[in-house]
Nanobody, 130 residues
Framework: QVQLVESGGGLVQPGGSLRLSCAAF????????MYWVRQAPEKGLEWVAD????????DIADSVKGRFTVSRDNTKNTLYLQMNDLKTEDTALYYC???????????????????????WGQGTPVTVSS
């Protein structure tokens, strides 16, 4: 069992930056693939980024590539999402989530569903507006 707690969201102007954090409590954080997923108002879930257990492999959605970076600190049981050059279309509720099995990436469907990932945080809102 794991509890995930996101933080760092807020209101930012276009072109600004935010760093989201996700603290994990419970199961060994270092053994799992971790994910960032967002949900914009009136829209479905969108995969944003993922990272393997030791942080050596990352993948970023094309919609945010070059602007967002995912990382993790296994000594602090924390996942991060650095978001730069934010755009209005990045406005969403941002979730961190975990794969089901140790050292095995999740199989994400299209469209993404909450049942594709084992554990979810409560989300942190990001609003990009002038």
């Amino acid at each position: 069992q794991v509890q995930l707690v996101e933080s760092g969201g807020g209101l930012v102007q276009p072109g600004g930056s935010l760093r989201l954090s996700c603290a994990a409590f419970g199961d060994p954080f270092k053994d799992y693939w971790m994910y960032w997923v967002r949900q914009a108002p009136e829209k479905g879930l969108e995969w944003v980024a993922d990272i393997n257990p030791d942080g050596s492999v990352t993948d970023i959605a094309d919609s945010v590539k070059g602007r967002f970076t995912v990382s993790r600190d296994n000594t602090k049981n924390t996942l991060y999402l650095q978001m730069n050059d934010l755009k209005t279309e990045d406005t969403a509720l941002y979730y961190c989530a975990r794969a089901f099995l140790r050292n095995v990436p999740a199989g994400l469907r299209s469209p993404l569903r909450k049942s594709d990932l084992a554990s979810w945080g409560q989300g942190t809102p990001v609003t990009v507006s002038s």
